[in-house]
T-cell receptor, first 113, second 111 residues
């Protein structure tokens, strides 16, 4: 158990819909990261937050957005869903910006039909 | 961050040492080598990291060549639970932790 909690574990929805994935980081961790893993693309870095502020952006689509709240939990919002958005979405947390040890949650598996 | 090259797949007999190579010939002086692994569809797990010196922890050992252009992750006594995809990543320590995972090496431990 990494200490990172992601909900929901599984989600099935239809094209065009919007979903929200939630992540609670390890106690005391200030930084949260979101990754997408699909079969054909491997682990793709989406976005990083540190203490409520966006820190870095990776390959995140404009239809996707995220935020980190004052209690440090984070949400990833996916809208206008397409079939290709079906993937595992992982959240990770770290103590600060510079430590190299990321703790990953078990992921949220999104299926878009 | 420097690019890494890893074999696509490897096999290892249970109980033997698993040696996973990684080439990072364009690594810069301030870039660390990190290893993570991902057991089937679980979240990646940190294993070890190093800059110049060899490192060892309870999970594995990391051997970095003197010119730092390559490294080897060693699992001293592989078990079936070590079957996973192993990712070698190089990054500058103070760039904010945007880890970019490549395709990694799929290690299969054989009974």
């Amino acid at each position: 158990d990494s200490g990172v909690t992601q909900t929901p574990k599984h989600l099935i929805t239809a094209t065009g819909q919007r979903v929200t994935l939630r992540c609670s980081p390890r106690s005391g961790d200030l930084s949260v990261y979101w990754y997408q893993q699909s079969l054909d693309q491997g682990l793709q870095f989406l976005i990083q937050y540190y203490n409520g502020e966006e820190r870095a952006k990776g390959n995140i689509l404009e239809r996707f957005s995220a935020q980190q709240f004052p209690d440090l939990h984070s949400e990833l919002n996916l809208s206008s869903l397409e079939l290709g958005d079906s993937a595992l979405y992982f959240c990770a947390s770290s103590r600060d910006l510079y430590t190299g040890e990321l703790f990953f949650g078990e992921g949220s598996r999104l299926t878009v039909l | 961050d420097a690019k890494t090259t890893q074999p696509t797949s490897m096999d290892c007999a249970e109980g033997r040492a698993a040696n996973l190579p990684c080439n990072h010939s364009t690594i810069s002086g301030n870039e660390y080598v990190y290893w993570y692994r991902q057991i089937h569809s679980q979240g990646p797990q940190y294993i070890i990291h190093g800059l110049k010196n060899n490192e060892t922890n309870e999970m594995a050992s990391l051997i970095i060549t003197e010119d730092r252009k390559s490294s080897t992750l060693i699992l001293p006594h592989a078990t079936l639970r070590d079957t996973a995809v192993y990712y070698c990543i190089v990054r500058v320590a103070r760039t904010g932790n945007q880890f970019y995972f490549g395709t990694g090496t799929s290690l299969t431990v054989i009974p």
